[in-house]
Nanobody
Framework: QVQLVESGGGLVQAGGSLRVSCAAS????????MGWFRQAPGKERDFVAA????????YYADSVKGRFTISRDNAKNTVYLQMHSLKPEDTTVYCC?????????????????????WGQGTQVTVSS
């Protein structure tokens, strides 16, 4: 049974930093590109960042470029999202997702239908 479990969310002041993690189990982690998305209640899921199977390629939404960094540790089956210069508008639930791909350099990035598994999410709240 595949599980993606996010952690590390919380409350932070505007301008602060936070790192969220996503631990995967039940799959061969290095066979999956990974993505981070965020979703506010009643709104569509928004792409945040993605990383290819071994981390060679990373992709970011324009809204987070230069502030967020995605990384992964295949030995720990974990993907991370380091967030700096947080803004109140970054407040929402952050979810990770796994996409099986044979191409170790590829990621579908924002195309949610290409992802095979999703985590439940972790809440990030940025106070002004």
């Amino acid at each position: 049974q595949v599980q993606l479990v996010e952690s590390g969310g919380g409350l932070v002041q505007a301008g602060g930093s936070l790192r969220v993690s996503c631990a995967a189990s039940g799959l061969t982690f290095s066979n999956y590109a990974m993505g981070w998305f965020r979703q506010a209640p009643g709104k569509e899921r928004d792409f945040v960042a993605a990383i290819s199977r071994h981390g060679a390629n990373t992709y970011y939404a324009d809204s987070v470029k230069g502030r967020f960094t995605i990384s992964r540790d295949n030995a720990k089956n974990t993907v991370y999202l380091q967030m700096h210069s947080l803004k109140p508008e970054d407040t929402t639930v952050y979810c990770c997702a796994a996409e099986f791909t044979l191409n170790k350099y590829y990621s579908s990035r924002a195309s949610t239908r290409e992802y095979n598994y999703w985590g439940q999410g972790t809440q990030v709240t940025v106070s002004s």
